[in-house]
């Protein structure tokens, strides 16, 4: 009896633990769906890496001018790319869904090639630039709301539509620009001082 109640307890400590949301810092440049670009510690490449790769309940942070790739669909709960970081997205298939806020930082880069959807707020930093590249049909989707900070960019590279819907309210601020190939609606309030 002593051992089944052992066993019972480490089973639901275990599907506890599962449950719980961790961060994790790119270590590495990499791919996402390789454990080696991760750390639960830090951005240093000298840490562990992590056993799992990041889930929807986790906090992904892209630091140290690493470039994290993204090959297949991903999710997190918060997105931060720091400073001259780079988040790629390299196939069709590479959907990323954030189910919380996406935090471009200044001078950062996020090349999305699939479907993005951001479950609260979207921020581009200073001089960061967030560029739609893909062949086919792509859907941006914020729910929160969009802003574009002083020198920041979304960009499409690509020869099919880009549909990007914001739920909540856009902020331009002057030297921003989002690109005439993005066909934008806004359900919100817009404040433009930059280029559309």
Known sequence: MKTFKT??????????FNGFSQI???????NWNSTATWSHTDCSSNQIPTAI?????????ICGNKTVTISAPYSCAYLNIQSGCTLYGNSTNSNLTVNGDL???DNSTLNSYGNLIVNRNLQIGNNAILTII???AVT?????N????SGARLNAN???????????????ITGSTISNYINLTVNGTSSISGTI
């Not at 066993?7 to 506890?16: G, K, P």
């Not at 690509?158 to 331009?172: C, E, F, R």
């Open 7 to 16: 066993l019972f307890i480490l089973l639901a400590c275990t599907a506890c």
């Open 24 to 30: 994790y810092y790119s270590r590495v440049s990499g």
């Open 53 to 61: 790769i990041p889930g929807a309940n986790d906090t992904v942070i």
């Open 103 to 105: 935090i471009e930082n």
């Open 134 to 136: 893909n062949n086919l």
């Open 140 to 144: 941006v989707t914020v729910t929160g």
């Open 146 to 149: 969009l802003t574009l900070n």
């Open 158 to 172: 690509t020869i099919a539509s880009v549909t990007m819907n914001v739920t909540g309210n856009l902020t331009m």
